[in-house]
T-cell receptor
Framework: AQTVTQSQPEMSVQEAETVTLSCTYDTSENNYYLFWYKQPPSRQMILVIR??????QNATENRFSVNFQKAAKSFSLKISDSQLGDTAMYFC?????????????FGQGTTLQVKP | DGGITQSPKYLFRKEGQNVTLSCEQNLNHDAMYWYRQDPGQGLRLIYYSQIVNDFQKGDIAEGYSVSREKKESFPLTVTSAQKNPTAFYLCASSPHLAGGLHEQFFGPGTRLTVL
């Protein structure tokens, strides 16, 4: 069975600074996808970034980038130039490439507060 | 505007009552999902559906039921058999069931409170 662990329940960062959120996962499979979702106070889940496990290059989306370490089963999210609008709960999620359910397996979440 | 709508936003239920949460999408997506969110536990899959008139249990289906009579609609009923129904419920959809290439889009959620 696959599991996803986020070991930082809460984090804070000063506006304009950089913060890294950690995520580790456990799987015996080789092909899968990893995601970071953002849930702001409105509670609307928004996809931030996605990584295909077969790609060695780390995914980037504007100020958001990941550090994907497949051997270590680690998938951290780096937010650069933090903005007040980045305040949200962030979830790491896993999906098997071969999934016939489309099931996402989520971590427990990390609450990020960006301070002015 | 294309998207997923869930209603109501807040729902209160007395113990022993069944209640139905609505989820509608106009994205023409085949697959739809229901997740439950509890504090400190992330999201857990309740039910999912790949096509009309077909649905499968997720990890925590006990005490819940669904139907998929139309492509755009996937209502969730929380029955009196659900021991601890107070939670935040999220509906999602994606173009196809399989494959992470297809992003899951989420609705705004329904907060259910059992009084």
């Amino acid at each position: 069975a696959q599991t996803v662990t986020q070991s930082q329940p809460e984090m804070s960062v000063q506006e304009a600074e950089t913060v890294t959120l950690s995520c580790t996962y456990d799987t015996s499979e080789n092909n899968y996808y990893l995601f970071w979702y953002k849930q702001p106070p409105s509670r609307q889940m928004i996809l931030v970034i996605r990584q295909e496990a077969y790609k060695q290059q780390n995914a980037t989306e504007n100020r958001f980038s990941v550090n994907f370490q497949k051997a270590a089963k680690s998938f951290s999210l780096k937010i650069s130039d933090s903005q007040l609008g980045d305040t949200a709960m962030y979830f790491c999620a896993f999906m098997l490439y071969s999934s016939n359910t489309g099931k996402l397996i989520f971590g427990q979440g990390t609450t990020l507060q960006v301070k002015p | 505007d294309g998207g997923i709508t869930q209603s109501p936003k807040y729902l209160f239920r007395k113990e022993g009552q069944n209640v139905t949460l609505s989820c509608e999408q106009n994205l023409n997506h085949d697959a739809m999902y229901w997740y439950r969110q509890d504090p400190g536990q992330g999201l857990r899959l309740i039910y999912y559906s790949q096509i009309v008139n077909d649905f499968q249990k997720g990890d925590i289906a006990e005490g819940y039921s669904v139907s998929r009579e139309k492509k755009e609609s996937f209502p969730l009923t929380v029955t009196s058999a659900q021991k601890n129904p107070t939670a935040f419920y999220l509906c999602a959809s994606s173009p196809h069931l399989a494959g992470g290439l297809h992003e899951q889009f989420f609705g705004p959620g329904t907060r259910l409170t059992v009084l």
